[in-house]
T-cell receptor
Framework: GNSVTQMEGPVTLSEEAFLTINCTYT??????LFWYVQYPGEGLQLLLK?????DKGSNKGFEATYRKETTSFHLEKGSVQVSDSAVYFC????????????FGKGITLSVRP | DVKVTQSSRYLVKRTGEKVFLECVQD?????MFWYRQDPGLGLRLIYF???????EKGDIPEGYSVSREKKERFSLILESASTNQTSMYLC????????????FGPGTRLTVL
């Protein structure tokens, strides 16, 4: 079946540090890949997505590139801010129009001033 | 602005009670989902519905049922609440199509005593 593996957390960084959160996946066919973010006390919201190999999703300074050869979709940001403190989820959707999302376990990022 | 609302942010129930969690979306989306979120386990899909009166089991449907009588409303029912159903419950909706973003509600924190 489909699965998503995220690096273990939590992660604590200082403001302006470089961020990488690893995500690898297992899926049949050609899945779409997503990063969702959950700020404290809120539901999840889409951060970025990529729907085919070599696509790069980007939003709010975050980027992730769909790498089919390494089955990866790592999230990066060049300079994190305190406001980026949140839980980050990698997810994939594979199959037909009504297919479901498969989530990774999520990782908590804390950015200190 | 797109909106998914959930009937309660916090709910406390007793073991054996029948519990209803309501979710409403105002975006005319075809697909709706119920997840539970637990520390260290990420998001797990309970049930989803790809159209009115249609439903499919997710990864952990045991102990739950759902109802979708109208397009905008998707209800999660705990027939006889148990302490192991204490969790954060998240509802989401999506236009038809697995490439599309899911929109999440703020969540209901359910405690079963």
């Amino acid at each position: 079946g489909n699965s998503v593996t995220q690096m273990e957390g939590p992660v604590t960084l200082s403001e302006e540090a470089f961020l990488t959160i690893n995500c690898t996946y297992t899926a049949t066919g050609y899945p779409s890949l997503f990063w969702y973010v959950q700020y404290p006390g809120e539901g999840l919201q889409l951060l970025l997505k990529a729907t085919k190999a070599d696509d790069k999703g980007s939003n709010k300074g975050f980027e992730a590139t769909y790498r089919k050869e390494t089955t990866s979709f790592h999230l990066e940001k060049g300079s994190v801010q305190v406001s980026d403190s949140a839980v980050y989820f990698c997810a994939l959707s594979a199959g037909g129009a009504n297919s479901k999302l498969t989530f990774g376990k999520g990782i908590t990022l804390s950015v200190r001033p | 602005d797109v909106k998914v609302t959930q009937s309660s942010r916090y709910l406390v129930k007793r073991t054996g009670e029948k519990v209803f969690l309501e979710c409403v979306q105002d975006m005319d989306h075809e697909n709706m989902f119920w997840y539970r979120q637990d520390p260290g386990l990420g998001l797990r899909l309970i049930y989803f519905s790809y159209d009115v009166k249609m439903k499919e089991k997710g990864d952990i449907p045991e102990g739950y049922s759902v109802s979708r009588e109208k397009k905008e409303r998707f209800s999660l029912i705990l027939e006889s609440a148990s302490t192991n159903q204490t969790s954060m419950y998240l509802c989401a909706s999506r236009p038809g199509g697995s490439y599309n973003e899911q929109f999440f509600g703020p969540g209901t924190r359910l405690t079963v005593l």
